[in-house]
Nanobody
């Protein structure tokens, strides 16, 4: 099993940017696809972006053109670059690899 820890969340104004990181322990990180999820208050957890071990990405319609997922398998780390943030992006963001989840990092978009 892989241990995951997200970082990079915080408070940002609408239109701003944040870069989330997901640091993984264990070499199995590099052989699995990974996903970025978010859960807003009172809502179900949803998939925001996914990236294969080879770097192919897919995005939820709500974030296409604004978010970019990437990964560095040599560092066992994945990233989520979030631009043009909107209040609706406020949520706890989680990374997922196979059956493992990180504890999440809170992103708050507010003026």
């Amino acid at each position: 099993q892989v241990q995951l820890v997200e970082s990079g969340g915080g408070l940002v104004q609408p239109g701003g940017s944040l870069r989330l990181s997901c640091a993984a322990s264990g070499s199995i990180f590099r052989i699995y696809p990974m996903g970025w999820y978010r859960q807003a208050p009172g809502k179900q957890r949803e998939l925001v972006a996914s990236i294969t071990n080879g770097g192919n990405t897919d995005y939820a319609d709500s974030v296409k053109g604004r978010f970019t997922a990437s990964r560095d398998n040599t560092k066992n780390t994945a990233y989520l670059q979030m631009n043009s943030l909107e209040p609706e992006d406020t949520a706890v963001y989680y990374c997922n690899v196979y059956r493992s989840w990180g504890p999440g990092t809170l992103v708050t978009v507010s003026s």
